[in-house]
């Protein structure tokens, strides 16, 4: 019998429910995922990569843009009207992307995303005037801004519950890290080779995994492949015999039902509707708001303060990169943890092939135990970063406060992120989507007012204004872990 002290299971009934959920006899006969371990784990490192150059585009492009101004005569408002424009693509693309990820499947999204990035980016790297960067710009980021969504939803495809957390920290790792290291990349190329090699610089790369998209990435949407051993078309099957399961009795298509997901506008709207997923974006966007708040004002403010030239601003991202990077691989593990830990406490089994049942599972409680330190880390840095500016105290403090803030928003975007994919599995990409649109339309509120409070009111205050902020997500998630799970059950109870 499951603990008493479980959310939701201090009636008979109730208990019941949750013998027919631990009972070994009626758990599934086939494994979650026909793919071996070393198969999903590059599965996720490929999706994950390809996640990378969706953040890598935006930050590479700003350390380029005098030379842009300098090299197409034009002015660096202009330039910045291209990056106006590149962020609004980004918010909306992803909701399109994803929906075709969520219905023709991640193998075809994938291919199609890069195909146009690529070309995107050879046109960009031989455009001669502003308007044709401006809509290249465009084009660029309505093939790339969607591919974090699509791995996300690969992710989903292939991992169980109770092994999840050790898979996202990749994903986690490549987005978030990319803000960091792009602007270093770019600096360097362009002090050496001018712009344009920034992006021959993306092709290059792009290209490169284009082909290894195309020659070893396994179509993973469950409507389509099940578990992964369904037959399919030839458009979803991967080139590569090593990287198509192995049939084995666990592995057996015919007992993996093809579930299909909801995706589409119809489903971008429902999704906002569902006050448990609402919540866990809610957390996500105030979360990325602060982040974007931190490094767009990092280069600028220290080199105000500290006067440092453009090569060390460069170089000043990669605390916050090492940060984000540790934490990214150190918090799945965490996650594991947790999960297992609850299951204990409540009496539910763990199995890593089979996959668990989240039905009466409280996912909630096994997200949220180990979240609410490091948020109070986020917080407390904020403050001590910015009053450390305000009155100048030496860079290398900020340095590792930077690191501080890099590791701590990274547990939190890690664990929050999974909590979503938990909810809604079927659609992971298109939640991810919309969860993208949230925080971006959020984030873009939250810089166009950044620069003029710091001007105003100094860093100190805005950064502690930003702190209290970052605060509310204590209370959210505090919401979410005590009502999430009796919003389930009611959703659950409605659509059938």
């Not at 034009?74 to 590149?86: A, E, K, P, R």
């Not at 909590?419 to 990409?429: K, Q, S, V, Y």
């Not at 702190?467 to 059950?489: D, F, K, N, P």
């Amino acid at each position: 019998m499951a603990n008493r002290d479980a959310p939701q299971l201090d009636t008979v009934e109730d208990e019941k429910q949750v013998s027919h959920v631990t009972n070994t006899d009626e758990e599934p006969t086939t494994n979650y995922s026909a793919f071996s371990r070393w198969q999903k784990r590059w599965i996720v490192f490929i999706a994950a990569f390809a996640a990378w150059f969706s953040t890598l585009t935006s930050f590479v492009f700003f350390p380029v843009i005098t030379s842009l101004a300098d090299g197409l005569h034009t002015s660096i408002q202009n330039i910045n009207l291209t990056v106006t424009s590149y962020l609004i693509v980004a918010g909306i693309a992803p909701t399109i992307t994803a929906t075709l990820a969520d219905r023709v499947g991640r193998r075809p999204a994938f291919l199609a995303s890069f195909l146009v990035f690529v070309t995107a980016n050879i046109g960009l790297a031989l455009q001669n005037s502003f308007p044709a960067l401006f809509v290249l710009r465009m084009l660029q980021a309505t093939g790339i801004a969607g591919t974090f969504a699509i791995a996300y939803g690969v992710l989903a495809d292939v991992t169980t519950p109770a092994e999840r957390g050790s898979y996202i920290g990749i994903v986690a790792f490549c987005t978030n890290s990319a803000p960091s290291v792009g602007p270093v990349i770019a600096a360097a190329l362009n002090a050496s080779l001018g712009w344009r090699s920034v992006f021959w610089f993306l092709v290059g790369c792009s290209g490169a995994w284009l082909l290894a998209i195309l020659l070893s990435l396994p179509e993973t949407l469950r409507a389509i492949v099940g578990n992964g051993t369904v037959v399919v078309s030839s458009w979803h099957t991967v080139p590569l015999r090593r990287m198509r399961p192995k049939p084995s009795n666990a592995n057996r298509a015919a007992e993996i039902p093809r579930q299909h997901t909801k995706s589409g506008l119809g489903g971008l709207i429902k999704i906002l509707g569902h006050k448990d997923k609402a919540l866990v974006m809610s957390a996500i966007a105030v979360l990325y708001m602060v982040w974007n708040c931190v490094q767009a004002s990092l280069a600028t403010i220290f080199i105000r303060v500290y006067h440092f030239n453009s090569l060390q601003a460069g170089l000043i991202y990669i605390p916050f990169g090492v940060g984000v990077g540790f934490a990214g691989f150190v918090t799945g593990r965490i996650l594991d943890r947790d999960y297992k830990h609850i299951a204990t406490k409540y009496g539910f089994p763990v199995d890593r092939k089979k996959g668990d049942d989240l039905t009466e599972f409280p996912i909630e409680q096994a997200r949220f135990r180990s979240t609410f330190i490091p948020l109070a880390v986020v917080c407390c840095a904020l403050v001590a970063y910015g009053w450390c500016l305000h009155f100048k105290v030496h860079f290398a403090v900020n340095l590792f406060l930077q690191l501080l803030l890099g590791m701590s928003l990274q547990v939190c975007f890690t664990t929050l992120n999974t909590l979503l994919m938990d909810l809604d599995p079927l659609c992971a990409a298109t939640a991810q989507a919309v969860s993208n649109l949230y925080r971006c339309l959020l984030a873009a509120g939250a810089l166009a007012i950044l620069e003029v409070l710091l001007d105003r009111i100094g860093p100190g205050a805005t950064f502690s204004i930003t702190a209290a902020i970052a605060a509310s997500c204590s209370a959210i998630c505090l919401v979410e872990r005590s009502r999430g799970h009796r919003w389930r059950t009611q959703r659950r109870e409605r659509e059938r």
